[in-house]
């Protein structure tokens, strides 16, 4: 069974400061990773993605994968509260494309 | 731009009635295309997905059917609700080997 794991929260962090979201991952052969936002009653947007070993930014986003550790991070820098949300992990396992595998979420609280 | 569009937004059935929900996608081709519930306070559970018309990968035994009749059509049905099918459901698409996209939901209470 391909899993793909989050501490489910709430994490809570004051505003302005990094929050950083974790990610372990099962399937030692996964090449492609995501990270999606999800506010309370919508669908996930998608917000990162990683593909390789090391470090990735967009703007306050900066995404962070280690392969040889199975992990994925997500630190949100100079978080704010419409940063609040849960995030989730999701994961492209060997094999194909075809499907993502999902994290159960971790939610974000950011307060002023 | 891509877009992808679900209807209803919400719906409220009784137990035992048929169920018809409908994704549809603008502005590509040939998309995979996905079903997913969540039930309330959970994850993602994948319960279709289809790679092309008629291709349908069913990946949880359940009361629920799938079906694409056209390139960006892609419909989710039931002919006997149960309780335990309540929950948001939601449509994606992506083209391989990127990443997906999901569209607004559907947010399903059996009564």
């Known amino acids: 069974q391909k899993e793909v794991e989050q501490n489910s929260g709430p994490l809570s962090v004051p505003e302005g400061a990094i929050a950083s979201l974790n990610c372990t991952y099962s399937d030692r052969g996964s090449q492609s990773f995501f990270w999606y936002r999800q506010y309370s009653g919508k669908s996930p947007e998608l917000i990162m993605s990683i593909y390789s070993n090391g470090d990735k930014e967009d703007g306050r986003f900066t995404a962070q994968l280690n392969k040889a550790s199975q992990y994925v991070s997500l630190l949100i820098r100079d978080s704010q509260p419409s940063d609040s949300a849960t995030y989730l992990c999701a994961v492209a396992p060997s094999g194909g494309y075809n499907k993502l595998i999902f994290g159960a979420g971790t939610r974000l609280a950011v307060h002023p | 731009s891509q877009t992808i569009h679900q209807w209803p937004a919400t719906l409220v059935q009784p137990v035992g009635s048929p169920l018809s929900l409908e994704c549809t996608v603008e502005g590509t081709s040939n998309p995979n295309l996905y079903w997913y519930r969540q039930a309330a306070g959970r994850g993602l559970q994948l319960l279709f997905y289809s790679v092309g018309i008629g291709q349908i990968s069913s990946e949880v035994p359940q009361n629920l059917s799938a079906s694409r009749p056209q390139d960006r059509q892609f419909i989710l049905s039931s002919k006997k609700l149960l309780l335990s099918d309540s929950g948001f459901y939601l449509c994606?698409?992506?083209?391989?080997?990127?990443?997906?996209?999901f569209g607004p939901g559907t947010r399903l209470t059996v009564t």
């Open positions: 994606a698409w992506s083209v391989p080997p990127t990443e997906q996209y």
